[in-house]
């Protein structure tokens, strides 16, 4: 079907795609040092040049309902690692027939009952589309009907091409034509259709006569064939705006979302199948069986509105509304300018008449909580510095007394020789700031 049908192979090979596209992330079971091992070692098998094909490999379980791939390990070194990713046929594959759930592989000695297949060898991804047997579950069988009643139209189509689209040549003779002047008209007649040219006597016609395609009479047969390539994109997308040609924007993002929803089941089962058949059996074959194993997650990055998000931050920072810029810079994907760059500065756009008015504004806006933060935040990096001069000798006092008595009976002795001047000259500074910005604030 996927190679017959062009728009079947589109509408599948898109949904594909879009999952096979996705980096995969892995998270640790815990933060010990051992499950964090586990974790980078996982890390290092993900980022192989053969797991995105692998990843294509296994969705073509979306279509036929199964996909088999064959991991074929290097063993030449005590650190097993995966060659390749072979992808096995879905002919080779056998139903079991007490329960039709797990598969077996057809062999040269068993070529008709098969084989079981070997744990730790395949990888065997079965999508759930919908609830029942996962031979019924593959998006072929869904749009076979479309499929069949589409191949049929088209062949109706062209069988009508044929006979009205291309234009009748009729040759006219007079009553007292003899059989070689007719003979004569034949020839022309036959020599049209193949040189486009011929030569006739003056008493003989040729006329080309319109076919029912100058009317419009292949409409129907284009309309039939439309709608079950719709029906396909329903089946395979959950919608039909982004195939077709006049959808507006608007339509096709409110789709867009319902097509989102089937990525994120698509890669949330891809992700379940390669902790299963590939992450497990590559921890226990070289680090042996855990308690907790590390997971690969395939998280999904959506478009963000981002002129939608300034919109609704502007009226909110105005009001007071305190937001991380870092947290911006990283939704915006803006760096940390350098030391010294170049930065754009805002540029007023108040009218010198409302000078008085934006001048109160702003004091609202600006009240000394904001000034107030930031010279803690000065006074603070300081006293880091100053406090080095306390905190120092304190430590090392504790570090060399045997018992906590011992460490206060020579603590009063350790307090005669520190200094509290730089301290105490420090913190009478950031008083009489923060006085003097709250008088001039309440001024």
């Given at each position: 079907?996927?190679?017959?049908?062009?728009?079947?192979?589109?509408?599948?090979?898109?949904r594909?795609?879009?999952?096979?596209g996705i980096?995969?992330?892995v998270?640790a079971?815990?933060d010990?040092?051992a499950?964090?091992?586990l974790a980078d070692?996982?890390r290092a098998l993900m980022?192989?040049?053969?797991?995105?094909?692998?990843?294509f490999?296994?969705?073509?379980?979306?279509g036929?309902?199964?996909?088999?791939?064959?991991?074929?390990?290097?063993t030449?070194n005590n650190?097993w690692?995966?060659?390749?990713?072979?992808?096995?046929?879905p002919?080779?594959?056998?139903?079991e027939k007490?329960?039709?759930r797990?598969?077996?592989l057809?062999?040269?000695d068993e070529?008709?009952?098969g084989?079981?297949?070997?744990?730790g060898?395949?990888i065997?991804?079965q999508p759930?589309l919908?609830?029942?047997l996962p031979?019924?579950?593959g998006?072929?069988?869904l749009?076979?009907v479309?499929?069949?009643?589409?191949s049929f139209?088209?062949?109706?189509?062209?069988?009508?091409?044929e006979?009205?689209?291309?234009?009748?040549?009729v040759g006219?003779?007079?009553?007292?034509?003899?059989?070689?002047?007719?003979?004569?008209l034949i020839?022309?007649i036959a020599?049209?259709a193949s040189?486009a040219?011929?030569?006739i006597?003056?008493s003989m016609?040729l006329?080309?006569q319109?076919?029912?395609s100058?009317?419009?009479g292949?409409?129907l047969?284009?309309e039939m064939?439309e709608?079950?390539d719709?029906?396909i994109?329903?089946?395979?997308?959950?919608q039909?705006m982004t195939t077709?040609?006049g959808?507006?924007?608007?339509?096709?993002d409110?789709h867009?979302?319902v097509?989102?929803d089937?990525?994120r089941?698509?890669?949330?089962?891809l992700?379940n199948?390669?902790n299963e058949?590939?992450v497990r059996?590559?921890?226990?074959a070289?680090y042996?069986?855990?308690?907790?194993?590390?997971?690969v997650?395939l998280r999904?990055s959506e478009?963000?509105?981002?002129k939608?998000?300034?919109?609704?931050?502007?009226?909110?920072?105005?009001?007071?509304?305190?937001?991380?810029?870092?947290?911006?810079?990283?939704?915006f994907?803006?760096?940390?300018?350098?030391?010294?760059?170049?930065?754009l500065?805002?540029v007023?756009?108040?009218?010198?008449?409302?000078?008085?008015?934006n001048r109160?504004?702003?004091?609202?806006?600006?009240?000394?909580?904001?000034e107030l933060?930031?010279?803690?935040?000065?006074a603070l990096?300081?006293?880091?510095?100053?406090?080095?001069?306390?905190?120092?000798?304190v430590?090392t006092?504790?570090q060399e007394?045997d018992?906590f008595?011992?460490?206060?009976?020579?603590?009063?002795?350790?307090?005669e020789?520190?200094?509290a001047?730089?301290?105490?000259?420090?913190?009478?500074?950031v008083c009489f700031?923060?006085?003097a910005?709250?008088d001039?604030?309440h001024?």
């Amino acid at each position: 079907m996927e190679e017959r049908d062009l728009h079947y192979a589109s509408v599948l090979r898109t949904r594909k795609l879009t999952v096979a596209g996705i980096e995969p992330v892995v998270v640790a079971a815990s933060d010990d040092d051992a499950d964090v091992q586990l974790a980078d070692a996982i890390r290092a098998l993900m980022e192989a040049p053969q797991i995105p094909e692998l990843m294509f490999d296994l969705l073509d379980g979306l279509g036929k309902g199964v996909a088999v791939c064959e991991i074929l390990w290097d063993t030449r070194n005590n650190h097993w690692m995966p060659r390749d990713y072979e992808w096995v046929d879905p002919r080779f594959l056998k139903a079991e027939k007490p329960t039709l759930r797990q598969f077996r592989l057809l062999t040269d000695d068993e070529p008709v009952d098969g084989v079981p297949l070997t744990p730790g060898k395949f990888i065997v991804h079965q999508p759930r589309l919908k609830s029942g047997l996962p031979l019924r579950n593959g998006l072929a069988r869904l749009v076979a009907v479309m499929y069949m009643l589409k191949s049929f139209t088209v062949r109706d189509w062209w069988a009508f091409a044929e006979k009205f689209g291309i234009p009748v040549t009729v040759g006219k003779y007079g009553p007292n034509a003899t059989e070689e002047q007719i003979r004569v008209l034949i020839d022309a007649i036959a020599s049209i259709a193949s040189d486009a040219g011929c030569a006739i006597p003056q008493s003989m016609q040729l006329e080309m006569q319109e076919t029912a395609s100058r009317n419009n009479g292949g409409a129907l047969f284009r309309e039939m064939a439309e709608w079950c390539d719709a029906q396909i994109s329903k089946a395979v997308l959950g919608q039909t705006m982004t195939t077709d040609n006049g959808s507006s924007r608007s339509q096709a993002d409110v789709h867009n979302q319902v097509r989102m929803d089937i990525v994120r089941w698509d890669a949330r089962q891809l992700a379940n199948t390669l902790n299963e058949y590939l992450v497990r059996p590559y921890i226990e074959a070289n680090y042996g069986p855990q308690a907790h194993y590390p997971r690969v997650v395939l998280r999904i990055s959506e478009a963000e509105d981002l002129k939608a998000l300034t919109d609704a931050l502007v009226p909110l920072i105005d009001r007071g509304m305190r937001v991380q810029e870092s947290e911006l810079r990283d939704r915006f994907g803006l760096a940390e300018p350098d030391e010294g760059a170049d930065v754009l500065h805002p540029v007023s756009a108040g009218m010198p008449g409302d000078m008085a008015m934006n001048r109160e504004r702003v004091a609202l806006n600006r009240e000394h909580p904001d000034e107030l933060a930031q010279m803690v935040d000065d006074a603070l990096r300081d006293w880091q510095k100053t406090g080095e001069a306390f905190t120092n000798p304190v430590l090392t006092l504790a570090q060399e007394c045997d018992s906590f008595d011992d460490f206060l009976k020579r603590l009063p002795e350790l307090q005669e020789t520190l200094n509290a001047d730089d301290f105490a000259l420090q913190l009478a500074e950031v008083c009489f700031k923060a006085r003097a910005l709250g008088d001039t604030a309440h001024a």
